[in-house]
């Protein structure tokens, strides 16, 4: 998004403060997997299935830190979801 690196840092630093990151550190180092996955062309398949395994270890963090920030844009905004489709499924995540 064109950002400055300090500007970013700064957001993530927000977010954890608001309680939509748990860590900024987490963060980092799921943007550093995801990043890894995009542009890493390996051929060891012990590697790939390493990694992806990894990948899937992340799922959650994501997943709470989308709940998070969908709770936290709801109560400071009163901005939500235009549908409401497969919210059912989301919130299935959590229960």
């Known amino acids: 998004m064109s950002e400055a690196p300090d500007s970013f840092l700064k957001v993530l630093a927000l977010f954890e403060k608001l309680g939509v990151l748990e ?3 987490y ?5 550093m997997a995801r990043n890894m996955a995009a542009h890493d062309y390996e051929t ?3 590697a790939i299935a390493e990694h992806f395994n990894a ?3 992340l799922t959650g963090l994501l997943f709470r830190t989308a709940r998070n920030l969908i709770a ?14 497969f ?4 919130d299935r995540l959590f229960y």
């Open 55 to 57: 990948l899937q270890s």
């Open 72 to 85: 936290r844009v709801a109560d400071d905004l009163g901005v939500h979801p235009a549908s409401t489709d």
């Open 87 to 90: 919210y059912e499924e989301f």
């Open 27 to 31: 963060w980092q180092q799921s943007r």
């Open 23 to 25: 860590s900024a550190e």
């Open 44 to 46: 060891n398949y012990d």
